[in-house]
């Protein structure tokens, strides 16, 4: 029997350095990939929440936008499909590559960035996802496990639940909630939150974490839906849905 | 390496980095860097009369990768070295490193015009 030929990977690439990400798609595409760059975050958005799923994302962690910054974008890939992202960075500091991998990137490189280690660990962090070129096939999105539950617009940073209220959220309290529906149904560490919202070390005694969850659970509890935030003493705090398996097991 | 012993222009940076020697292909990477240049010295000169040391550090950090990815060595190390010294707050080393990267970029700029001209002929 013949073998149904390979689909190529697809690759987005969000940077707004043009020359590198030109490059990013000659290395790519020479080597059997798809790609499709962008070079403006609001057009790398309106693309995630519309199209076709990359089976792998690139994102530059220093990005010219007002509005959001490559930690930002990373969290809302992680909160919206189960794929893999590589973060680009400019510099090695801890502070830095430690906010990445809290915002839930897999992995990182610094740029600029040798082709054929660039490549090693996207195949090395698509395999882990089973979207490597030799095993294609995404696994289920993270978003489908919610959608009966709400429904987020990120441009207009509203929360939409069941019942059809809304309300609008901060960028800060839209990027915690992002990391509760990473987290699915485990507790969100208050450092790592800390880590991947505001992209350096927590100092023990800040509770910024702590009046940024307060803030969204009030807004939860304000629509009515049955969605809360519960504190878990010691840890942090997760995200309980009504009647769902996410959140069902509260620790007391 | 200091600043000065980077070199201007490393020719072998581009195709290297491409992985190919297709002329047409590196013609278009060094036509968009110098469209860039001439970008950075126009809002350099800007950031300079408004004294934005923000906008110093957002110029400098635009421009870096890709000055080292076509090949432009002692820029893409003059413009570290800028985004390091407003990272840091070290007033005063900025007015000396914006004059550097302003004369490196004009050096690089007649560096890669020349290697395009040689194509040429």
Not at chain 2, 1 to 8: K, N, R
């Amino acid at each position: 029997m013949k073998k149904a030929p390979l689909k190529k990977p697809l690759v987005c690439i969000l940077d707004d350095d043009e020359i590198l990400t030109r490059m990013l798609v000659s290395q790519l595409e020479r080597r059997q990939y798809r790609c499709l760059p962008f070079l403006k975050t609001e057009d790398f958005l309106v693309h995630l929440d519309n199209q076709e799923k990359a089976d792998i994302y690139i994102v530059d962690f220093f990005l010219d936008s007002k509005k959001s910054s490559g930690l930002d974008v990373c969290r809302k890939i992680k909160s919206r499909h189960r794929a893999p992202v590589i973060m680009l960075t400019s510099n090695k500091g801890t502070d830095t590559i430690v906010s990445c991998l809290n915002a839930g990137a897999d992995q990182y490189t610094v740029k600029p960035c040798n082709s054929n280690e660039l490549v090693a660990r996207m195949e090395a962090t698509m395999r882990l996802y089973g979207a490597a070129p030799e095993f294609p096939g995404p696994g289920p999105d993270l978003a489908d496990r919610y959608r009966e539950h709400f429904s987020v617009n990120w441009l207009l940073r509203t929360l939409t639940v069941n019942n059809g209220t809304n309300v609008r959220l901060t960028e800060k309290e839209l990027a915690l909630f992002e990391l509760f529906v990473v987290a699915a149904d485990s507790t969100l560490n208050r450092r790592l939150a800390y880590g991947a919202i505001y992209g350096i070390e927590m100092d023990p005694l800040n509770r910024a974490v702590d009046i940024l969850a307060s803030r969204l659970r009030r807004k939860l509890q304000g629509l009515d839906a049955g969605i809360d935030i519960v504190t878990i003493r010691g840890g942090g705090y997760m995200l309980v849905l009504p009647q769902s398996e996410v959140g069902a097991d509260v620790p007391s | 390496m200091f600043l000065h012993e980077a070199l201007i222009f490393d020719s072998e940076q581009l195709p290297a980095a491409l992985e190919t020697r297709e002329e047409e292909v590196l013609q278009d990477f060094y036509a968009l860097f110098l469209e860039q240049l001439v970008e950075l010295q126009r809002a350099l000169a800007t950031a300079t009369a408004q004294r934005d040391k923000a906008n110093f550090r957002l110029l400098a950090h635009k421009l870096k990768s890709s000055s080292l990815l076509v090949g432009a060595m002692r820029l893409g190390a003059a413009l570290a070295a800028l985004e390091e010294s407003c990272l840091s707050c070290a007033d005063a080393d900025i007015d000396a490193l914006i004059a550097r990267v302003i004369e490196t970029s004009s050096l690089t700029s007649t560096a890669i015009r020349a290697r395009l001209q040689q194509t040429v002929l």
